[in-house]
């Protein structure tokens, strides 16, 4: 009896841990809004949706300016609810060389992660390089061919549209609503 006991308790407390625990492709889909977010404590990347994006990439835009990405996965980020992340570091030089913004050797994040949209196609990250300047917003980035896993689509979008403190002629590092076609080293 006293044996019934223990593996009832042990079921019932595999359930209540499981119910704390999802995927980050439920996660996504109950951001979309597609059905209510259940109660987690921990959300976590189960089908390796994020390896893809990880490693270093590089990408040139139009004006020249040059882009070195680098992307590494977090397990349990966050404070009481914990999920799997993607968070980033940036190179970025202008047609010249001249170092615009680098964050490579740095301890605080210029990028982090957040979700994937519904379809898991488009991974969303916060990005800030100069907050006054209104040099902060969201990135995306995705695969604008899904059988090709070495281009990589970033789309930076800014949050405002006002600056408070920003030299005259200032240019946001990453181009506003521009994508960029990033190849992974």
Not at 4 to 19: G, H, N, R
Not at 28 to 54: H, I, M, R, W
Not at 115 to 127: C, E, Q
Not at 148 to 158: E, G, P, R
Request: net charge neutral; charged share 25%.
């Amino acid at each position: 009896m006293k044996n019934k006991i223990v593996i009832l308790v042990l079921v019932i407390m595999s359930f209540s841990f499981k119910a704390q625990l999802i995927t980050l492709k439920q996660l996504s889909e109950c951001q979309a809004g597609l059905y209510p977010c259940p109660s987690y404590t921990n959300a976590k990347d189960v089908d390796n949706l994020l390896g893809k994006f990880e490693g270093v990439w590089k990408g040139t835009y139009e004006d020249g300016r040059t882009y070195e990405f680098h992307f590494s996965k977090k397990n349990d980020d966050g404070d009481d609810r914990k999920w799997d992340v993607l968070n980033g570091r940036m190179l970025a030089k202008s047609s010249s060389g001249s170092i615009l913004y680098n964050s490579l050797n740095n301890n605080d994040l210029s990028i982090s992660g957040y979700f994937f949209d519904k379809d898991l196609k488009k991974y969303t990250m916060s990005y800030t390089a100069n907050a006054k300047c209104n040099d902060s917003g969201y990135i995306y980035i995705s695969f604008p061919d899904s059988s090709n896993l070495t281009q990589l689509k970033l789309v930076f979008m800014q949050d405002l549209d006002i600056g408070w403190d920003c030299p005259s002629g200032y240019k946001t590092v990453i181009p506003d609503a521009k994508a960029i076609i990033l190849t992974k080293q």
